[in-house]
């Protein structure tokens, strides 16, 4: 029996953004990405790295407005192709949790592939921008995983631990969220992981 290759690909235009974003559940951690915020697509890869994915991500934005447009943009397609890769869901765990450190930082990341998009964001950085070309906004990535969790329809739970350096408790919270995914969508058995027999 073939096992059903877990790909997805979407485009998605807006007059504020561009976006293209493929991904394969089950690769080998490869992945670009390109989206005018260097920081940005550093996380990114951090994603598709630590999350086992392989992961491309072309995006053009109305960056000298804002940077917002961009990422929320991102995260809404890259949820919609990351619940379109899962199909019906049949043999993953569906739940997952993992803490990941990078230095004094800690973050811990709890993921649920219920269905039910919801988002629980603690994580409070000392507020400075990420230096860069154009710099980051650390605020913005809260709103990057709004849109992912309610465009992939999963519960996701995000919450700092420790941390005094931004980029520290940034990376360490992406690391977490795609490790919590890597175990969350692993195929362990056959059946829907629910009572009601749908995810």
């Given amino acids: 029996m073939t096992t059903p290759s877990r790909?997805?690909?979407a485009s998605r235009s807006t007059a504020e953004t561009?976006?293209?974003?493929?991904?394969?559940?089950?690769g080998e951690g490869r992945g670009s990405a390109s989206t005018g915020l260097p920081f940005f697509d550093h996380m990114l890869g951090q994603l598709g790295r630590h999350g086992g994915f392989n992961l491309q991500v072309e995006a053009s934005?109305?960056?000298?407005?804002?940077?917002?447009?961009t990422v929320e943009d991102v995260g809404i397609l890259l949820g919609s192709c990351f619940a379109e890769s899962l199909g019906d869901?049949?043999?993953?765990?569906?739940?997952?949790?993992?803490?990941?450190p990078?230095?004094?930082?800690?973050?811990?990341?709890?993921?649920d592939l219920s269905g039910r998009p919801f988002l629980h964001y603690e994580v409070s950085p000392p507020g400075q921008k990420i230096l860069g070309d154009p710099p980051f906004d650390?605020?913005?990535?809260?709103?990057?995983?709004?849109?992912?969790?309610?465009?992939?329809?999963l519960t996701l739970h995000i919450t700092m631990v420790r941390g005094r350096n931004t980029h520290h408790i940034l990376e360490a919270s992406f690391k977490a969220v795609?490790?919590?995914?890597?175990?969350?969508?692993?195929?362990?058995?056959t059946g829907i992981p629910?009572?009601?027999?749908?995810?």
């Fill in 7 to 9: 790909t997805a690909s």
């Fill in 138 to 153: 650390p605020q913005l990535c809260e709103e990057f995983w709004r849109a992912f969790a309610t465009s992939a329809a």
């Fill in 89 to 100: 869901k049949a043999g993953v765990r569906r739940f997952a949790s993992v803490s990941v």
């Fill in 18 to 26: 561009s976006i293209d974003i493929a991904i394969h559940l089950d």
């Fill in 61 to 69: 934005g109305d960056l000298e407005i804002d940077a917002h447009h």
């Fill in 178 to 189: 795609a490790r919590a995914l890597r175990d969350a969508v692993r195929v362990e058995g």
């Fill in 102 to 111: 990078l230095d004094e930082a800690a973050v811990e990341a709890v993921v």
């Fill in 194 to 199: 629910s009572t009601k027999g749908v995810l």
